[in-house]
């Protein structure tokens, strides 16, 4: 996914004000000390050639990048945590590769196999299960 689609609001750690601002993609996985200062946004190097961004406030992961991969001839790569984009960013995702698929929970290896085949669907409330001692 081009990396233009994607952006991120940051609200500012000012207290007493709600001030949301969206920054590009290349904002954030690189972020510049202002962004850093202004936002809950944090950076971590976690190697030599990866760093790593969360927030600072619930340490919540949203990326990680390898300067590594240009090197590689891959181009740029940026991995995104699904579950912190806002719905109009995920209605354009489309993965197009699997990595790490045999350490993969089998459960949603199992519903990414065979789609919702098996599952209730709920049309009018969502509905879940907490599943104990698994």
Known sequence: MPQAWVTFDLQ???EGHLLVQ?????????????????T???VYKSSMDV???????????LTWASDDT???????ILDLTV???????IVK??????RWWNDGIPWIRELLRNGDEGLVVNQEAIVS???EDV
């Open 12 to 14: 500012s750690k000012k």
């Open 93 to 98: 995702v489309k993965p197009d590769r699997v």
């Open 129 to 131: 299960v907490v599943v």
């Open 70 to 76: 240009e090197k590689a001839g891959y181009g740029p």
């Open 51 to 61: 760093h790593r961004t969360f927030c600072g406030a619930c340490g919540s992961t």
């Open 22 to 38: 969206t920054y590009a993609a290349q904002d954030v996985v690189m972020p510049a000390e202002r962004i850093i200062k202004e």
């Open 40 to 42: 809950s946004l944090r």
């Open 83 to 89: 579950g912190t984009l806002d719905r109009d960013s």
